[in-house]
């Protein structure tokens, strides 16, 4: 384990076996002690097997020198090389102090969807290594694994036991008479829900929310449950520190509802942060919920949320550790297309205080696409649709999914963010690179952690071809670089490449050093005009304070704040006293320090 910041006190048998036992009568009625009996067993197996994390006091779970890498294990291909060795290799070689933790998609070998639709949880892609390329990826930097929990490949072999009538997997799988009415069923996708398959019992109707080759899991029966867990806690021994809930929304279904946030869903969530906090003190759980900001931030586990902060004091936070800020990438590029920061802002202020042990994991791009249900609430239809024609004019697609009506809307946006960044409402312009990484900064400078996808490094193009190959949108964001054609592209002088990723290696070196930017420390917008976002972080306990100003339009922009005074801010970017300047030139950023105890006045 690369950080011996684990971490909080373990669990002790006694609150744990109380958590759990609230937990399974929630979910499983009279069968709770039953189900009680054989987690606890499970449990006891695999407690010597747990990794030992460094210290006995309970230490922070994250610090300003917390950044994180998401990237696929074949993202970068060397010949016949392990592309999980050829993928460390590049790290230590061009990246070895820029991020403290690397979220590696699914490696598992897989039948579709690069890796969400797993065939074997415990067994690693041949394609891609080995386990003991995992862990060593995993020993000088925090290690974050897929737990996919809400469906399973058509080609395990659960579904060759369901397909023959054998257990476990007999028992593992939601039939559903096709003639039931689930137009009540929220849907991610535009695919049919119910997917015939033919069995020794004859046709046979399964749950399916994603794809017909991802057939999602019954929860319902305990023994998926327990399943599950041991797989979690194998992933634990194998090095991982951080646990990422996939599509864990959509887990439990109850014909009439909507199928996403349901209790039980919120319940499972609760009872494996009591059995990580017990088993293993410091794991991280984060929930993949792409949906509309309150929902998300619903997996925290507080009792209620209001737009200034909470309604009253909460419970400790009993669920996840973070979530995603799914409304930051849509915002953002609404922000830096239309040269107003308003909505941006606004949103940011919105977000409620949160208690220790909750953060928020900041990103702009990822494997996935840029989220529209985000916007919901935030911006009116006409300028979403605005937004999905440029991205169409940008060479990107608009992945859709289907409404409880029968008709389809806009779900995510398929596009590489170097190419969302190519112009304005007005068309294409010269400031790309520039509008890139005031994106990137401006994320850089959030409350909480920040997580650069691989190929926003690399300034990567829309993979058409890619697109083609697949038949799959979101191929255009999931290219496979060789190792000689990057390493071309970042050794030569003047491409966008090497442009990009020296400097953000340069941003994500000086962010790591400040203590403004530790993941807890407060921040708040600062009023200015509408072309211009600036968040203050800070104060901290001796007085250091840091304002992160940022250009969105492409034009200069006045600097008049009355907050800059006469202090004597230091530059963090360019590392000298700031030098005062009347305006800033297009897409400009600054993260300007003032240390002690000044007096501030924002106007």
Not at 148 to 168: A, K, T
Not at 169 to 179: A, H, K, L, Q, Y
Not at 342 to 360: D, F, I, M, N, Q
Request: with cysteine; glycine share 6%; aromatic share 8%.
């Amino acid at each position: 384990m690369t950080l011996s910041r684990s971490l909080s006190r373990p669990l002790d048998g006694t609150a744990f076996i109380d958590r759990a036992r609230d937990r399974l009568a929630f979910l499983y009625g009279p069968r709770a002690e039953e189900v009680l009996r054989r987690l606890l067993t499970l449990l006891s197996h695999r407690r010597g097997a747990m990794p030992v994390r460094d210290g006995r006091e309970p230490v922070p779970l994250w610090s300003e020198r917390d950044q994180w890498l998401i990237t696929y294990g074949d993202s970068l291909l060397d010949g016949d090389r392990p592309p999980l060795e050829a993928l460390e290799a590049f790290l230590e070689a061009r990246l070895p102090d820029s991020f403290s933790g690397i979220h590696l998609l699914p490696f598992f070998p897989w039948s579709s969807d690069d890796g969400f639709s797993v065939i074997h949880y415990r067994e690693v892609d041949p394609a891609l290594g080995d386990w003991s390329h995992i862990r060593r990826l995993g020993e000088r930097r925090d290690l974050m694994v897929d737990l996919v929990l809400n469906h399973v490949s058509r080609e395990s072999l659960w579904f060759v036991d369901y397909l023959s009538g054998s257990l476990p997997g007999r028992d593992f799988f939601i039939e559903m008479d096709p003639t039931t009415d689930l137009s009540a069923v929220v849907r991610p996708r535009s695919s049919p829900l119910l997917v015939p398959v033919s069995t020794r019992r004859g046709t046979r109707h399964l749950w399916a929310t994603f794809s017909e080759d991802q057939i999602d899991l019954n929860f319902a029966n305990p023994d998926v449950l327990l399943e599950f867990v041991g797989i979690l806690l194998f992933y634990l021994e194998q090095g991982a520190r951080v646990i990422r809930l996939d599509a864990i929304a959509y887990l439990w279904k109850e014909v009439g509802t909507p199928c996403i946030h349901l209790p039980q869903t919120h319940e499972v969530v609760r009872l494996l942060r009591a059995i990580v906090d017990h088993m293993a003190p410091g794991t991280l759980l984060l929930t993949e919920t792409n949906v509309p900001h309150r929902e998300n931030l619903g997996y925290f586990g507080l009792d209620r949320l209001s737009d200034g902060g909470l309604d009253r004091p909460p419970s400790p936070p009993d669920e996840a550790h973070l979530v995603y800020q799914f409304s930051l990438p849509p915002l953002l590029l609404h922000t830096l297309t239309s040269g107003e920061a308003g909505t941006l802002a606004r949103w940011l202020e919105s977000l409620p205080a949160l208690p220790p042990g909750c953060s928020y994991l900041n990103f702009t791009a990822s494997h996935d696409g840029i989220g529209v249900r985000p916007l919901e609430g935030w911006l009116p239809p006409h300028e979403i649709e605005a937004l999905l024609e440029l991205m169409h004019r940008f060479g990107g697609f608009v992945s859709m999914r289907a409404a409880p009506d029968g008709s389809d809307s806009p779900y995510e946006i398929n596009i590489t963010w170097f190419e969302a960044m190519k112009g304005t409402r007005r068309g294409p312009d010269p400031w790309q690179v520039e509008r890139f990484l005031c994106s990137q900064h401006l994320m850089l400078a959030l409350q909480g952690i920040p997580a650069l996808y691989l190929h926003s490094l690399t300034g990567t193009l829309n993979d058409h071809e890619g697109v083609e190959r697949s038949g799959r949108l979101r191929s255009i964001n999931r290219r496979r670089w060789q190792r000689d054609e990057l390493a071309e592209l970042l050794d030569s002088r003047n491409t966008p490449t090497r442009e990009v990723f020296l400097a953000l290696k340069r941003r994500l070196a000086v962010r790591r050093e400040e203590p403004c930017f530790h993941p807890d420390t407060p921040q708040r917008v600062v009023p200015s005009p509408t072309e211009l976002l600036v968040l203050e972080r800070g104060p901290l306990a001796d007085g250091r304070r840091l304002l992160a100003i940022h250009n969105v339009s492409d034009r200069r922009q006045p600097l008049e704040l009355a907050m800059l005074g006469q202090h004597p801010w230091f530059d963090l970017l360019e590392h000298a006293p700031w030098e005062r300047c009347e305006s800033l030139a297009p897409y400009r950023s600054l993260w300007l320090v003032l240390p002690g105890d000044d007096t501030i006045d924002d106007g």
